[in-house]
């Protein structure tokens, strides 16, 4: 009777862990397909101090987040997958404004299906972004399987993802921080300032720290192996609708139809649709 009480109580457990996984993933899906909205319209220059504003709001909420978390140990490791990701987001405007929003995210989410017609120079720094995006979880991952462990540098470490979201959002800023530096030396000291950008970039750094909040949360309760095909490839779909419905900055043909364009059409799988984007 005890047995089936505690296999009853086992999968209900269960249960509730992944719809808090699915919805996690779901709502981050949601606002990473979305975060480079409010700057889309917005002039950035080179884009290197609205990267510098986004990773500034991003570091405010993770330190939001730790104080509810009642500040768990910090673990330097986890901040490489900062650097990770921010050398990666140094890439984001000049992609966005290249290509688009909705074909930067889709080349970000699936690069090694379109490696193939990705030749331009935009195109290319998409591929790098979503090398460096995939592998910055790396660090954390790493921490949580040795902390499994008896005998490592990690045993004990927490289990819980979102205890690391603190040091690896202060990866991201300090990366930035030194990013935003170099570029202020190399321009000596007279830096591209947009003032117009800072709380559309604001806006932009608080939707991808709640975003990738959620993404911390579904590998918790997913793990890893489940959310990462989930939030790789649902905020292309999600970028391609802000794309075609409110920025029309893609045309979408039937799969097979003869439409003409220099690079050729993209199809996205799965939707029956083709992504346009001329002299990409």
């Given at each position: 009777?005890?047995?089936?009480?505690?296999?009853?109580?086992?999968?209900?457990?269960?249960?509730?862990?992944?719809?808090?996984?699915?919805?996690?993933?779901?709502?981050?899906?949601?606002?990473?397909?979305?975060?480079?909205?409010?700057?889309?319209?917005?002039?950035?220059?080179?884009?290197?101090?609205?990267?510098?504003?986004?990773?500034?709001?991003?570091?405010?909420?993770?330190?939001?987040?730790?104080?509810i978390q009642n500040c768990p140990r910090f673990w330097p490791l986890a901040m490489v997958g900062g650097f990770m990701w921010a050398t990666g987001n140094v890439t984001v405007v000049p992609i966005v404004k290249t290509i688009g929003l909705a074909l930067g995210l889709l080349i970000w989410a699936s690069f090694n299906l379109l490696t193939g017609w990705a030749s331009s120079r935009g195109c290319g720094l998409a591929v790098v972004a979503g090398i460096l995006y995939g592998s910055s979880f790396i660090p954390v991952l790493y921490i949580k399987d040795h902390g499994r462990r008896n005998e490592t540098a990690y045993t004990g470490a927490s289990q819980f993802d979102l205890d690391y979201v603190f040091a690896h959002f202060s990866g991201i800023f300090l990366t930035s921080t030194i990013y935003f530096f170099i570029y202020c030396a190399i321009r000596k000291n007279k830096p591209y300032v947009y003032p117009q950008a800072i709380l559309p970039g604001f806006a932009s750094g608080v939707l991808w720290a709640i975003a990738n909040c959620c993404w911390f949360l579904a590998n918790h309760y997913l793990s890893a192996v489940v959310s990462f095909p989930i939030i790789t490839a649902g905020p292309g779909l999600v970028a391609a609708m802000w794309g075609v419905l409110v920025f029309k900055e893609i045309k979408i043909g039937l799969a097979g139809r003869d439409l003409k364009d220099?690079?050729?059409?993209?199809?996205?799988?799965?939707?029956?649709?083709?992504?346009?984007?001329?002299?990409?």
């Open positions: 009777m005890n047995i089936g009480k505690a296999y009853g109580a086992a999968n209900i457990s269960n249960g509730t862990d992944q719809v808090i996984g699915f919805t996690c993933s779901a709502v981050a899906v949601l606002l990473f397909g979305t975060n480079f909205v409010p700057v889309k319209k917005f002039d950035t220059g080179d884009g290197m101090f609205f990267q510098w504003i986004l990773c500034a709001s991003i570091w405010v909420v993770s330190l939001v987040v730790n104080l220099d690079l050729g059409p993209t199809l996205l799988p799965g939707t029956g649709m083709q992504f346009i984007r001329p002299g990409c």
